[in-house]
């Protein structure tokens, strides 16, 4: 599944709600599923992110858009 995940939000290097490298702790209200992305799994760059009723979407420079309806899909 993380395969088909974007890259700005997949597996990546960097943690991608704090942009520190990943194993760090991940913040609670993330956790819940109460925040979107900020930074790229990739590249750790911060993403331009913008927040819907119905859900939200982050774009990385370097790596693309992804928008939370394609992963709700997948899941």
Known sequence: ???????????????????ELAGTVTPTAA????????????CGRRMI???????????CSRHGQVDSSDLERRR
């Open 1 to 19: 599944m993380v395969a088909d995940l974007g890259a700005p939000v997949s597996a990546g290097v960097y943690n991608v709600y704090t942009g």
């Open 31 to 42: 956790q819940l599923g109460l925040e979107p992305p900020r930074f790229c799994a990739e």
């Open 49 to 59: 992110v913008q927040v819907r009723p119905d859900g939200w979407w982050a774009r």
